[in-house]
Nanobody, 119 residues
C-alpha cells in the first residue's frame, strides 16, 4: 500500500503561482510513476502531468504545458506541482496518484487538495 497526502492548495488570483506537494509513504517512492490529476465541479477527472521513477520524461496535458512543472524528490518521498500563470479554469480539486507500471492504471490516489483561482 502507498499512502498519498496532498497539500498546498488554496485561493489565489489569476496570474498567481502555487506549489502543490504530495507526500508518499508505505512503499519505496522511487519505484512508482507519479501523476497529478484534477477534477473541476461538474466535470470528469482529467490528467494534468506525470513523471517517471527517476524524475525524467515529464509529460503534460496541453492545457497546462508551459505553465505547470512536475517534479519529484525521491529522497523526501515527495511529488510537486509548480503552477504558474494560474487561470480561473485551473480551479479544481487536485489529486496525486501512483502506479508501478507506466502502461497500467493508477493504483493509489490521494484525497485531493482544492485550488481556486479567482478572476
Amino acid at each position: 500500500q502507498v499512502q498519498l497526502v496532498e497539500s498546498g492548495g488554496g485561493l489565489v488570483q489569476a496570474g498567481d503561482s502555487l506549489r502543490l506537494s504530495c507526500a508518499a509513504s508505505g512503499r519505496t517512492f522511487s519505484n512508482y510513476v507519479m501523476g497529478w490529476f484534477r477534477q473541476a465541479p461538474g466535470k470528469e477527472r482529467e490528467f494534468v502531468a506525470d513523471i517517471r521513477w527517476s524524475g525524467g520524461s515529464p509529460y503534460y496535458a496541453d492545457s497546462v504545458k508551459g505553465r505547470f512543472t512536475i517534479s519529484r524528490d525521491n529522497a523526501k518521498n515527495t511529488l510537486y506541482l509548480q503552477m504558474n500563470s494560474l487561470k480561473p479554469e485551473d480551479t479544481a480539486v487536485y489529486y496525486c496518484a501512483a502506479k508501478r507500471i507506466i502502461v497500467s492504471a493508477y493504483d493509489y490516489w490521494g484525497q485531493g487538495t482544492q485550488v481556486t483561482v479567482s478572476s
